[in-house]
């Protein structure tokens, strides 16, 4: 399925939040509506400014992981009326903004992201 992007924000940490519409008719006028946010994480020292002993190094980190990591997310509502599909998709997009402007823009989100799929290779 190829990626519709439609909207990006900056968020405070410097990450950008991407709003990708993958949704799709599946019967007559009805739809599929899927909303996917992604963000980019470069794996960095900056995200790291107190070292820690119990965190890899980046070098240990990158092997395992690569030079970037992603965070995706999918929301979906199921039977949409072709009428109903923009409103319920600006509705998704709002929520997922607010989700991704508090929490995904935190300055902690990248660091953790990072050692999450980190710990998730081991």
Known sequence: MQDNAIKKIALKNGLTLEFIDNSR??????????????IEVPVSNSWFSERDA?????????????????FEQKKERNF???????????NIIEVAEDFGIRYLG????????ILKKYNEKK
């Open 106 to 113: 935190h300055p902690d989100f990248p660091k953790k992201l």
């Open 54 to 70: 119990s965190i890899p190094s980046i070098e240990d980190i990158t092997k395992k992981v690569g030079d970037t990591v992603f």
């Open 25 to 38: 008719k599946i019967a007559g006028d009805r739809y599929v509506v899927v909303l996917k946010t992604r």
């Open 80 to 90: 949409v009326d072709e009428n109903e599909k923009e409103a319920v998709l600006n």
